[in-house]
């Protein structure tokens, strides 16, 4: 299931802004997102299908989540958060 969530992200365009935006979070996020057990590209891949949007950046967040970027229709970018149990706020 994994493999083929990352296909999709990699086929949409969106694979090089997550590995870009994981490159540049600090490593105590990093490691607090991997403790979580949902992974970034499950929390963008949750954004995506709900907002049919096109995902930017996404970055861990202190408690275990998600903050991911997405550029909606009509190119309005806005914030979501996606806590570690894949819920979006």
């Not at 540049?24 to 970034?40: E, R, W």
């Not at 590209?41 to 967040?61: D, M, N």
């Amino acid at each position: 299931m994994k493999t083929l969530q990352i296909l999709l992200i990699a086929a949409c365009g969106c694979f090089t802004s997550i590995t870009h935006a994981d490159t540049y979070t600090p490593v105590f996020a990093q490691q607090l997102a991997k403790k979580s057990g949902l992974s970034m590209q499950e929390a963008t891949a949750i954004v995506r299908r709900a907002t049919r949007g096109r995902v930017v950046s996404a970055s861990p967040t202190k408690n275990g989540g998600y903050k991911v970027r997405v550029v909606l229709d009509g190119g309005r970018v806005k914030t979501y958060k996606v806590d570690r149990n894949g819920r979006m706020k």
